[in-house]
Each structure stands twice: as structure tokens, then as C-alpha cells.
T-cell receptor
Framework: AAGVIQSPRHLIKEKRETATLKCYPI?????VYWYQQGPGQDPQFLIS???????DKGSIPDRFSAQQFSDYHSELNMSSLELGDSALYFC??????????FGSGTQLSVL | SQELEQSPQSLIVQEGKNLTINCTSS?????LYWYKQKYGEGLIFLMM?????EEKSHEKITAKLDEKKQQSSLHITASQPSHAGIYLC?????????????FGPGTSLSVIP
């Protein structure tokens, strides 16, 4: 069965650089979520999209933006990267209130 | 403030022992999820509970949601080293179809062979 696909798996950037993370949700899932998980922390909600429209916003810095495209894939754009942005970034998707499936995550390291 | 509480924070058990992890909310939940995570890896879906009093089992793991839908427990029978990892409970706070899932702080489980 298809799963949530995230790319890249690992990303190393320097401070003040930009990064783009991609997410391909499970087909026919109508909602996509982005989460950030710092070391030893639980996943923190960043932003979500329902049918390609932003549906909710969490603790996402103004330096970050996201969008969902016509083919339902989503991208998280991160600019002016800071050391504190180093974390595991997860994308998740689901249909309605059904099970929430997570991708394997993108490990971002900012040096 | 943390909306979902988990206990214990960490757990070390001998292989073969049973264990229980709890997840508690002060508010009624519309969906309760249990995930397992290995360090630096993705979240693996374990169970989803939606009805008060619901109980589900998969292999040696059983999860229950109380009648008030404010507390869930995850029980592992005859633990094995493969059960080691971080167990996270997640919950839907409201019933809309696109609401975010919030997570508890996690319970770290170590199983000693």
C-alpha cells in the first residue's frame, strides 16, 4: 500500500540558507499536516491543508511557509534558517477523521 | 500547557514482563491514537480508538479508551526487545474532518533481554 512519501530524508544546511521539504500524501487523503519534532520532544503541529487550502496554523515561524499543489503534494519552505530549526520534520495525511499516517520524516540539520 | 499527559515518562522492563502506559486528557477527545517511534525515525501507527469503552488489540498490544473518552491505556503483554521505543498518544480535540492531532510527551520504553 502507498504511504506518505517525504523528501529528502536528510538535509544539511548552513545558517541563513533556505530549505524546501516535500511531501506526497497517500492518494485520496484530503488533509495534509506538517509537524516539527525537536530532539526528545513530541511532534509540534506547524500547519495543515484541507483540499489544498490552508486549514490550520500552529507554531510555525514567519520564516516558514507552506503550500499544497494541484496534485496534492505539499512543500514546506524554510528561509533564513537558524540553528534552532534543526529537527525532524514530519508530514502526515489522512482522509476525514480516519487514521493519520506519517511519512518517515526529513531530518534537517542546520550548521 | 501540555494538553495530553502520559505516564510513566520512561519505563525499563525485563523481557517477558507486562506493562501499561497511560494517556490522559482533561477534555473529551474525539479520536485517540497510539504511535510508536524509534529514535530519529517516523511514527508507526498502532491503534485508533474513537468510541467510549472501545478496546482494540494487535498481537501483544491492547489499547483501551475509557467511557468518558478522556483516558487511554496501552498494555503490552510479554514484552520483547522489539517493543522498545517511544510510545506517543495523539488525539483529535474536535470533530472537524481536518483538525490537527495533538501529541502527548511520549513514554520511552526499554526492554532488557
Amino acid at each position: 500500500a502507498a504511504g506518505v512519501i517525504q523528501s529528502p530524508r536528510h538535509l544539511i544546511k548552513e545558517k541563513r540558507e533556505t530549505a524546501t521539504l516535500k511531501c506526497y500524501p497517500i492518494p485520496r487523503h484530503d488533509t495534509v499536516y506538517w509537524y516539527q519534532q525537536g530532539p526528545g520532544q513530541d511532534p509540534q503541529f506547524l500547519i495543515s491543508f484541507y483540499e489544498k487550502m490552508q486549514s490550520d496554523k500552529g507554531s510555525i515561524p514567519d520564516r516558514f511557509s507552506a503550500q499544497q499543489f494541484s496534485d496534492y503534494h505539499s512543500e514546506l519552505n524554510m528561509s533564513s534558517l537558524e540553528l534552532g530549526d534543526s529537527a525532524l520534520y514530519f508530514c502526515a495525511s489522512r482522509q476525514g477523521n480516519e487514521k493519520l499516517f506519517f511519512g518517515s520524516g526529513t531530518q534537517l540539520s542546520v550548521l | 500547557s501540555q494538553e495530553l499527559e502520559q505516564s510513566p515518562q520512561s519505563l525499563i522492563v525485563q523481557e517477558g514482563k507486562n506493562l501499561t502506559i497511560n494517556c490522559t486528557s482533561s477534555k473529551t477527545l474525539y479520536g485517540l491514537y497510539w504511535y510508536k517511534q524509534k529514535y530519529g525515525e517516523g511514527l508507526i501507527f498502532l491503534m485508533m480508538l474513537q468510541k467510549g469503552g472501545e478496546e482494540k488489540s494487535h498481537e501483544k498490544i491492547t489499547a483501551k479508551l475509557d467511557e468518558k473518552k478522556q483516558q487511554s491505556s496501552l498494555h503490552i503483554t510479554a514484552s520483547q526487545p522489539s517493543h522498545a521505543g517511544i510510545y506517543l498518544c495523539g488525539a483529535d480535540k474536535i470533530k472537524t474532518s481536518y483538525d490537527k492531532v495533538i501529541f502527548g510527551p511520549g513514554t520511552s520504553l526499554s526492554v532488557i533481554p
